[in-house]
């Protein structure tokens, strides 16, 4: 089953904490055990897992990226997003979680991120869920 998720970003550059869409996608589908797979069909923006307990480490992230890989430099495309095309290369388009009697099998603290790289912008995932 594919669950399209729409996401509206509000910053140029920013993480969105997805972790209970992609639950509601996985407890809609009515699977209870199974893989699911998030896949990101854009060239400037990516998926993660990282912490979302602490929100300093998204800032972290954010400002790091964002210091190794500058919005202007001297770059071949002439879009002006040559960074976030970058960014989103390094990131990567999809992440992959098991879940087990509904429950996504996550280590402490984890949770799973839009990472916006050109917004704001409408932006979608998909969300494939097989059951095991
Ligand atoms: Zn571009």
């Given at each position: 089953m594919l669950y399209p998720i729409e996401i509206s970003t509000h910053s140029r550059t920013e993480l969105v904490d997805i972790t209970e869409a992609i639950r509601n996608a996985i407890k809609k589908s009515g699977v209870r055990s199974g893989t699911c797979i998030i896949y990101v069909p854009h060239t400037t923006a990516a998926v993660t897992i990282n912490e979302n307990y602490d929100p300093?480490?998204?800032?972290?992230?954010?400002?790091?990226l964002n210091r190794l890989v500058p919005h202007s430099a001297h770059?071949?495309?002439t879009e002006g997003n040559a960074d976030a095309h970058i960014k989103a290369a390094i990131v990567g388009s999809s992440r992959t979680v098991f879940f087990e009697e509904g429950k996504i099998l996550f280590g402490t603290w984890q949770g799973i991120f839009f990472c916006e790289f050109d917004g704001p912008r409408r932006r979608k995932l998909i969300v494939k869920i097989l059951g095991d």
């Open positions: 300093s480490v998204c800032e972290d992230i954010v400002t790091t770059y071949s495309h």
